[in-house]
């Protein structure tokens, strides 16, 4: 047994007999992203590596410490990558804190999100015991599901180990578009072009009410590229945007570098909402993305008004940054969306099953 998984043992039954919490860490990039989290912490740095590799099946098998950009930098020589953009927010972001955040980029309206990709995970749970869960292969279903349930948990469910992970061909050619036009049409705009076959891999509006730009990201062979740009053009008139430019636009959207989400210290909120939605009764900075499914707002408002402006688009509005005040939560309260009876029940067997002590109940999100 590789010495770190012995150490993670040993802190899970310290934390036992203490009564005490475990805080799970890598990189520690993304500490910001949910509740502030209270307990002892447990790095997985100590345990990383890629275990297997196979790139003519399109699956990777790495440990949960593992640097992503290394994981990446693997993937890249094999001409392969995580179609789902996922952020680092940072140098020392790691496979684990990619899993736990279960976040995506620009390719997730398109592809799909992290937890489509997941195939088969192995944990430690909250005894302290080893599981395993899923396969390296699509049609390996015993025990999917479990397998999708450490995306997103922030490590409030199980002590991540390791992780099978599906990957894709990188495409032979990427080219983007740019359009000067109002939201209103842009979002019906990429909706119209989302439901017709062409090679799209990303969206984004930026602007205001009246006002904005919307680049098109296209992925795919040569051919198939050449022949959509001619086609968009012919809806809404468009210019190649070069493709140093374009990498560095969508990288920004991506780790949220853009001007977007730097330029002040506003809040920022994001609306999760039905993707043909007109746009939001706001003056606020808006970036729309997701063939406009995910919306950024920046700027000062009451969670209940944004509460309320989602449920009437069909979705829900989470604080993602902000001052973390007492009795605040970057969460979207329960008491808005609450489960349903059975879904209330199914979450505490899931809680008991694989915590049974609550040692991984930190604090991050609501338990």
């Not at 680049?215 to 740009?229: D, H, K, Q, T």
Request: aromatic letters at 8%.
């Amino acid at each position: 047994m590789h010495a770190a998984i012995s150490q993670f043992q040993e802190q899970i039954q310290s934390a036992i007999t203490n009564q005490s919490t475990i805080n799970i860490t890598g990189g520690n990039t993304k500490h910001w992203y949910g509740d502030i989290a209270h307990g002892i912490t447990l790095n997985t740095s100590s345990y990383q590596g890629i275990l297997d590799y196979q790139a003519e099946e399109l699956v990777i098998t790495v440990c949960a410490g593992t640097p992503l950009k290394e994981v990446e930098s693997t993937l890249a020589k094999k001409n392969q990558y995580f179609a789902f953009d996922p952020p680092h927010f940072g140098p020392g972001a790691t496979i684990g804190g990619m899993i736990a955040a279960g976040l995506a980029g620009p390719g997730r309206g398109q592809y799909g999100g992290l937890r489509d990709y997941v195939l088969g995970i192995k944990i430690m749970d909250g005894r302290g015991e080893i599981l395993s869960f899923g396969g390296k292969v699509m049609k390996n279903v015993a025990g999917y599901d479990v397998s999708r349930l450490l995306p997103g948990s922030l490590g409030t469910i199980a002590l991540l180990l390791e992780v099978s992970i599906k990957v894709l061909p990188r495409p032979s050619k990427t080219q983007t578009l740019q359009f000067h036009i109002p939201q209103a049409q842009a979002i019906v705009q990429m909706n119209t072009w989302a439901s017709q076959p062409l090679p799209l891999s990303a969206s984004a509006w930026i602007g205001n009410s009246s006002e904005g730009q919307l680049w098109m990201r296209l992925s795919g062979a040569n051919a198939a590229v050449e022949a959509a740009i001619i086609k968009m053009n012919q809806h809404v008139s468009g210019h190649i945007v070069p493709e140093d430019e374009a990498a560095t636009f969508w990288e920004s959207i991506k780790e949220q570098q853009h001007s977007f989400f730097t330029g002040s210290d506003d809040p920022l909120w994001r609306f999760a909402i039905e993707p043909l939605s007109a746009p939001l009764p706001l003056e606020n900075p808006t970036l729309i993305e997701w063939y406009a499914g995910q919306r950024w707002v920046k700027g000062p408002l009451l969670e209940s008004q944004a509460q309320q402006m989602a449920q009437q688009y069909g979705g829900h509005a989470t604080l993602f940054r902000g001052e973390k005040l007492k009795n605040t939560s970057v969460f979207t309260p329960l008491s808005f969306n609450p489960l349903t009876a059975p879904l209330e029940i199914i979450q505490q067997r899931i809680r008991q099953t694989f915590d049974p002590h609550g040692i991984f109940n930190t604090g991050r999100m609501p338990y």
